[in-house]
Nanobody
Framework: VQLQASGGGLVQAGGSLRLSCTASGRTFSSYRMGWFRQHLGKEREFVASCGWDGVITHYADSVKGRFTISRDNTKNTVYLQMNSLKPEDTAVYYC??????????????????WGQGTQVTVSS
């Protein structure tokens, strides 16, 4: 499985961005997908995840109500709509695929495959 993330960039505080992550392979619709981020010098942290049909979702408390994860299985793509962005959202964002439906969607160890990361910078 190869994951290609895109959509990062520079935005002012209060603005919006939409990240996309497209996966190779014909079984994308069976994967749990997640978004994580990594602040400079910090550990990678959970942002959001969604199940195979996009119905069951989880969010970090820091993004709840501002970010929305969704997926289009016909396009092998998962999205992260980010609204009301804050300077503290500045990070490299990674998408990830869990092909085994392991237990904890918030744990980095759950995920088998990772995208290359896309930089999001929010200016104040």
């Amino acid at each position: 499985v190869q994951l290609q993330a895109s959509g990062g960039g520079l935005v002012q505080a209060g603005g919006s961005l939409r990240l996309s992550c497209t996966a190779s392979g014909r079984t994308f619709s069976s994967y749990r997908m997640g978004w994580f981020r990594q602040h400079l010098g910090k550990e990678r942290e959970f942002v959001a995840s969604c199940g195979w049909d996009g119905v069951i979702t989880h969010y970090a408390d820091s993004v709840k109500g501002r970010f929305t994860i969704s997926r289009d299985n016909t396009k092998n793509t998962v999205y992260l709509q980010m609204n009301s962005l804050k300077p503290e959202d500045t990070a490299v964002y990674y998408c990830a695929a869990d092909t085994r439906y392991s237990k904890d969607p918030r744990d980095t160890r759950t995920y088998d495959y990772w995208g290359q990361g896309t930089q999001v910078t929010v200016s104040s």
